[in-house]
C-alpha cells in the first residue's frame, strides 16, 4: 500500500472523482471503479488501493465530518471542485490507515492543483491536513465513531429493531475493516498451514485485513477456492445433504452459494436476471471446475417454471447486512427502497413457493438486517402458505447467537465466529412443503 506513496499522484486524482461520483450517482465503489476507464487502466494493486481509500473514506465519513467541522470554519463553495473530496480523503489516509504524512499532504496538494476548480483551495488543504498530522489522534478523542458513522435513518431503525446496546455494537462492527473469507472445494487444513490465516467453525479459512489481492493469492489461479462470507455459507447448509439432488438457485449471481452447492454435490441450476453478473458466475464455475446449469431469466416471469428438491432464494434486498465490506451503502439507500423491496420479495416467495416439490425444502435469505426483509416477511408468507413448516435450524457450524427460537437464522455484524469477530448480517431460514 505504502509503495504507491511515491509513484502514486494517478491514484489520488482518481480517488476524489470516485468518491464524488459514488455519492452524486449513488455507486457503490466497486460500480464506480468498474465504470472508469482510467480506473481499470490501473495496475490491480493499484485500484484495490483506490477501493481501499473510498472504503476508508466511507466507513469512517461521519468522524471525518466532525473532525474536519472543527478545523474549517465554513462549508465549502460548490465550486470548489474536489477540494472537498480532496480533504476527507486525506484524513482517511492519515488517521485511518495510518500513511506517512509528507507523502499524503504533498500529493493532496498537487492533486488540488491538478483541478482548476481546487487549485484556490490548495492552502486551506495543506494547512488543514498538515493540523490533522500533528493533532489528528486528539480530534480523535471523544467522538462518538459508532454513532457518527451511521446515517439517522439507519441508527434509528437499528435502536427501534435491535436496542440502544444492540445498534451500537453493530455499528461498532461496521468501523472495523473485514477480513476474507475463503470456501474450499478440499483440504481447508492444508491450505491453512500454507496461507496462514484462521479455521472458521464452518471449515473456512479466514485472511486477516493486509493480505494481498485476491487475484494473487495463493490456490486462485488453480480454483481451490472462492470468495464467500461465512454468514453467506449459512443458506445452503440448511438444506442438509444435498447430494444427487436437483437444487434452484435464484438470484445466484456472482455464485458463492451456487460453488457452495455444487461442492456439495447438488444438481444445480443457477438462475438470474442479469446476463452481465452471470458471466461473473460462469467464470468462477470454470476457474473452479464445478458445474451448474446457468439461467438469464426473471423468475417473475409467467414462463419460468418448473420444480426442483430444494430452492434456494437469496432475494434482493437492501443488503444492509454487508455494511461492513460495502460501508457507502448506507448513503446510497432509504427506506422507501426497502418498503419498495419488501414488495419485490413477497412476490417472489408467492411465486417460488410452486417451484418446490411437495416433500421439498426452500430456504429463503437475504443480507439485510431489516425485519421487513427477513422475519416479518416470512412470518407473511407461513400465513398464506400453510403447506410450509419451518425446519429449525441446528448444527455447530451456525454463530453462537443466531439460531433463534423460531427455527430461523439471524447473524449479526458484531457476533463472533472462531477468534477474529464479524461476519455478515443474514436472515435465513429453512421450510419443507408438506407432501
Not at 21 to 46: F, V
Not at 128 to 135: C, D, E, M, P, T
Request: with cysteine; hydrophobic share 45%.
Amino acid at each position: 500500500m505504502t509503495s504507491l506513496a511515491a509513484q502514486g499522484l494517478e491514484v489520488r486524482l482518481l480517488a476524489p472523482i470516485l468518491l464524488r461520483s459514488c455519492i452524486e450517482r449513488k455507486l457503490t465503489a466497486e460500480e464506480a471503479i468498474s465504470r472508469n476507464s482510467d480506473a481499470q487502466a490501473l495496475e490491480p494493486r493499484d485500484r484495490a488501493f483506490v477501493a481501499t481509500l473510498l472504503l476508508t473514506a466511507f466507513r469512517h465519513g461521519g468522524e471525518i465530518d466532525a473532525i474536519l467541522a472543527k478545523l474549517v470554519d465554513r462549508p465549502l463553495p460548490r465550486k470548489s471542485g474536489s477540494a472537498r473530496e480532496i480533504l476527507v480523503l486525506g484524513v482517511a489516509q492519515l488517521l485511518f490507515l495510518g500513511m506517512a504524512p509528507h507523502a499524503v499532504i504533498d500529493l493532496a496538494v498537487r492533486s488540488a492543483k491538478a483541478d482548476r476548480n481546487a487549485l484556490h483551495f490548495s492552502g486551506l488543504i495543506n494547512a488543514v491536513l498538515r493540523k490533522v498530522a500533528a493533532s489528528g489522534m486528539e480530534l480523535k478523542d471523544g467522538l462518538d465513531a459508532p454513532r457518527l458513522n451511521t446515517p439517522n435513518w439507519l441508527w434509528e431503525r437499528w435502536v427501534k429493531n435491535y436496542g440502544e446496546d444492540g445498534a451500537r455494537s453493530i455499528a461498532r462492527a461496521h468501523g472495523e475493516r473485514p477480513g476474507l473469507d475463503l470456501s474450499f472445494k478440499a483440504d481447508t487444513a492444508a491450505w491453512a498451514d500454507s496461507m496462514g490465516g484462521e479455521l472458521l467453525p464452518n471449515g473456512q479459512l479466514r485472511l486477516l485485513p493486509g493480505h494481498a489481492p485476491v487475484p494473487e493469492l495463493p490456490g486462485y489461479a488453480g480454483g481451490a477456492w472462492w470468495v464467500q462470507d461465512a454468514a453467506a455459507t449459512i443458506p445452503a447448509r440448511l438444506l442438509g445433504d444435498v447430494r444427487g439432488k436437483s437444487v434452484l438457485d435464484l438470484c445466484a449471481a456472482p455464485g458463492g452459494k451456487t460453488l457452495q452447492l455444487a461442492a456439495m454435490g447438488a444438481e444445480v441450476t443457477a438462475v438470474d436476471v442479469s446476463e452481465a453478473r452471470l458471466r461473473r458466475l460462469e467464470e468462477n464455475l470454470g476457474r473452479t471446475g464445478l458445474t451448474a446449469k446457468i439461467l438469464a431469466q426473471d423468475v417473475l416471469s409467467p414462463e419460468f417454471s418448473g420444480q426442483w428438491d430444494a430452492v434456494l432464494l437469496d432475494a434482493p434486498c437492501s443488503a444492509t447486512g454487508t455494511i461492513r465490506r460495502h460501508p457507502e451503502l448506507p448513503y446510497l439507500k432509504d427506506e422507501q427502497q426497502i418498503r419498495e423491496l419488501a414488495g419485490l420479495q413477497r412476490r417472489m416467495l408467492r411465486k417460488v413457493a410452486d417451484l418446490v416439490r411437495p416433500g421439498g425444502m426452500l430456504v429463503y435469505c437475504t443480507c439485510s438486517l431489516e425485519p421487513e426483509e427477513g422475519e416479518t416477511r416470512i412470518r407473511g408468507f407461513l400465513a398464506d402458505n400453510p403447506a410450509f413448516e419451518i425446519v429449525p435450524a441446528s448444527g455447530d457450524w451456525i454463530p453462537e447467537g443466531a439460531a433463534r427460537p423460531e427455527g430461523w437464522v439471524r447473524t449479526l455484524p458484531s457476533m463472533s465466529y472462531g477468534i477474529s469477530p464479524g461476519m455478515d448480517g443474514f436472515y435465513a431460514v429453512a421450510m419443507r412443503r408438506r407432501a
